[in-house]
């Protein structure tokens, strides 16, 4: 059952990944990427990770539009996706990049202080 799940949760993030390319024609969305989607055991209830370029107002519009558009993303994924059950989908904004680019920032300006 764990690799069925991690299957799923792979075929999820390309739909989803495509769905907003080509399906999505809302202008609120701005240039966002499926980072990674974590499903429940029972497959029902998906927490899809996404990351968006721009500023934290452009993140926030972004976030919004994404949370109108659930409906139809789930009725698309339904079109696209052999499943009992289609999953209700959650977004979250994933800073995973952002806090890594501080960490790396940090840690030169100190490597670059002790070097001196």
């Known amino acids: ?29 701005g240039f966002v990427t499926i980072m990674e989607v974590k499903l429940t055991e029972d497959l029902k209830f998906a927490k899809v990770f996404c990351s968006v370029y721009g500023d934290e107002a452009e993140k926030a519009k972004s976030m919004a539009a994404l949370n109108r558009s659930k409906g139809y993303i789930k009725f698309l994924l339904g079109q696209r996706i052999r499943l009992k059950y289609i999953p209700e989908i959650n977004f979250v904004l994933d800073d995973t990049f ?4 501080r960490i790396e920032e940090i840690l030169k300006k100190e490597k670059d202080a002790h070097s001196d």
Do not use: C, N
């Not at 999820?12 to 080509?22: K, N």
């Not at 952002?98 to 680019?101: D, G, I, L, N, Q």
């Open 1 to 29: 059952m764990k690799y069925r799940r991690l299957r799923i949760q792979d075929q999820l993030r390309e739909e989803m990944s495509q769905i907003l390319f080509r399906d999505i024609k809302d202008p609120g969305i």
């Open 98 to 101: 952002e806090k890594v680019a």
